[in-house]
């Protein structure tokens, strides 16, 4: 049996009346809060962390004090806010997720290049960026040319694409 598409004009927006939209968007008003403050306490930490970090330090000392200003910045409460997962701060050749381990005497470099991935959580809605940190201007154009590819990735990806594809 063959069905006819049918034609009338309709779009997706007209499938809910404009009052079921307003009380779906009332619904998940929470949800988007959460969102909000784990993104603004990320935002802020980020941000610090990036004009605080200097050559020199451990990589336990710089992990210790994101986790310290996130946690302070997201107000921790157990399950509820906190620390997304363990951060990660690679550098050089190690790509991603690696987090020093107690007694760990790795110090960030002058020469090192220096990848830091962390993430916030309110309600279990996860936040969650990676930024890169370089003092050699000799990882200038590297850095840059990671950026304009991670920029172009996102750009073409286009709103609402799966992940898969």
Not at 120 to 134: E, P, Q, S, V, Y
Not at 148 to 155: E, F, H, S, V, Y
Request: proline residues 2%; aromatic residues 8%; negative net charge.
């Amino acid at each position: 049996m063959e069905y006819s598409a049918k034609q009338d004009g309709r779009t997706a927006s007209d499938r809910t009346s404009s009052a079921e939209a307003k009380l779906t968007e009332l619904a998940t008003e929470d949800v988007y809060q959460s969102f909000r403050q784990a993104a603004e306490a990320h935002r802020q930490t980020r941000q610090y962390i990036r004009e605080w970090v200097k050559p020199g330090m451990s990589m336990i000392e710089i992990c210790e004090e994101l986790e310290k200003t996130s946690r302070t910045l997201i107000k921790e409460r157990g399950l509820d806010a906190g620390l997304a997962f363990p951060t990660g701060c690679s550098l050089n050749h190690v790509a991603a997720h690696y987090t020093p381990n107690a007694g760990d005497k790795t110090v960030l470099q002058y020469d090192d290049v220096c990848k830091i991935d962390f993430g916030t959580h309110i309600n279990g809605r996860i936040i969650d960026c990676a930024f890169t940190l370089h003092f050699n201007p000799k990882y200038d154009t590297l850095v840059e040319a990671v950026r304009a590819a991670t920029n172009t990735g996102i750009k073409e990806a286009g709103i609402d694409v799966r992940l898969c594809d």
